[in-house]
């Protein structure tokens, strides 16, 4: 089975700080991963798919990067309405998702 | 507009039994692999079983395998879930989630519903 490692697990930060959170896959997914935007009581919100494909809809300040099996979502200023919980996801074999990043205000 | 509605979520005690629903629309339901997710509370998301849009493949996770069936009526454009020997541990709010691309293999999801929730207690 694919493991999936997300880090930090709680991040504090700012209104326009510039805020990464990383994904490490146990093995090779190629580019298959996405990230999720959650926010409490709601379903989560697909961003980003195939490791950095911005989703329509979704603001230009989310981007996706992706380097060997370490995946990176970062958020270039940080906005009120980004204060939620980060999941990634990687759908190469079965789908598996990282533990969650929690961004919440500093 | 793409339109995902779960029902059948309630308390059951251990060992017992419940079926979930979840009702399609604003899509060609039959093009599109289905998944159920779930989330404890106060945890992260976990997928749960999946299954191709003719019905003939199903996907599990381990957690699941020999418990949970996963089913899908392209008639009604309805996805199921039947859960059997339920316990403690599967306690969550219950997901269906469609793939972003049709038929494509795996995939993200792009659209979910609102979830129904199970719990298990006695």
């Known amino acids: 089975d694919i493991q999936m490692t997300q880090s930090p697990s709680t991040l504090s930060a700012s209104v326009g700080d510039r805020v990464t959170i990383t994904c490490r896959a146990s093995?090779?997914?190629?580019?298959?991963l996405a990230w999720y935007q959650q926010k409490p009581g709601k379903a989560p919100k697909l961003l980003i798919d195939k490791a950095s494909s911005l989703q329509s809809g979704v603001p230009s300040r989310f981007s996706g990067s992706a380097s060997g099996t370490e995946f990176t979502l970062t958020i270039s200023s940080l906005q009120p309405d980004d204060f939620a919980t980060y999941y990634c996801q990687q759908y190469s074999s079965y789908w598996t998702f990282g533990q969650g990043t929690k961004v919440e205000i500093k | 507009e793409v339109q995902l509605l779960e029902s059948g979520g309630g308390l059951v005690q251990p060992g017992g039994s419940l079926r979930l629903s979840c009702a399609a629309s604003?899509?060609?339901?039959?093009?599109?692999?289905m998944s159920w997710v779930r989330q404890a509370p106060g945890k992260g998301l976990q997928w749960v079983s999946a299954?191709?849009?003719?019905?003939?493949?199903?996907y599990y996770a381990d957690s699941v395998k020999g418990r949970f069936t996963i089913s899908r009526d392209n008639s009604k454009n309805t996805l199921y879930m039947q859960m059997n020997s339920l316990r403690a541990e599967d306690t969550a709010l219950y997901y269906c989630?469609?793939?972003?691309?049709?038929?494509?293999?795996?995939?993200?999801?792009?659209?979910w519903g609102q979830g129904t929730l199970v719990t298990v207690s006695s």
């Open positions: 989630a469609k793939e972003t691309v049709a038929e494509g293999g795996a995939d993200s999801f792009d659209y």
């Open positions: 093995q090779s997914i190629s580019s298959w």
């Open positions: 299954i191709s849009g003719s019905g003939g493949t199903t």
């Open positions: 604003g899509f060609t339901f039959t093009n599109y692999v």
